[in-house]
Nanobody, 133 residues
Framework: QVTLVESGGGSVQSGGSLRLSCEAR????????????VGWFRQAPGKEREGVAH?????????ADSVKGRASISRSQDNGKNTAYLQLDDLRPDDTAMYYC?????????????????????WGRGTQVTVSS
């Protein structure tokens, strides 16, 4: 059973930066053949969950307009581990939310899920980001 574990959240002031990490644990497939599709989402109190960024099978990234130019998504599949990252810079108070990692691990080199359809198989429990003015 695959579980996603996020870390790196915290409290920062406006203009600060955070790097969120997401480790996929429990995967027993052949990592040399695995496509690691990843996405990051966030949900603020009283608001719906929204997509922040995702990375497709070819390494192309997509960002929500609200974070373009301030966020960078990446992933690593080194040493048999699948880890995703989200670098957040120039943070603003309206970036305050619980941030969730989502992922698919598959052999067919296709990433059908995105920040718009949210159709990822695995979801983490989230890491809190709080930005004060």
């Amino acid at each position: 059973q695959v579980t996603l574990v996020e870390s790196g959240g915290g409290s920062v002031q406006s203009g600060g930066s955070l790097r969120l990490s997401c480790e996929a644990r429990g995967y027993t497939g052949d990592n040399s053949r695995t496509t690691f599709c990843v996405g990051w989402f966030r949900q603020a109190p009283g608001k719906e969950r929204e997509g922040v960024a995702h990375l497709d099978s070819r390494g192309r990234s997509t960002y929500a307009d609200s974070v373009k130019g301030r966020a960078s998504i990446s992933r690593s599949q080194d040493n048999g581990k699948n880890t995703a990252y989200l670098q957040l810079d120039d943070l603003r108070p309206d970036d305050t939310a619980m941030y969730y990692c989502a992922a698919d691990l598959r052999y067919d080199r296709i990433c059908p899920a995105s920040i718009t359809n949210m159709a990822f198989q695995y979801w983490g429990r989230g890491t809190q980001v709080t930005v004060s003015s």
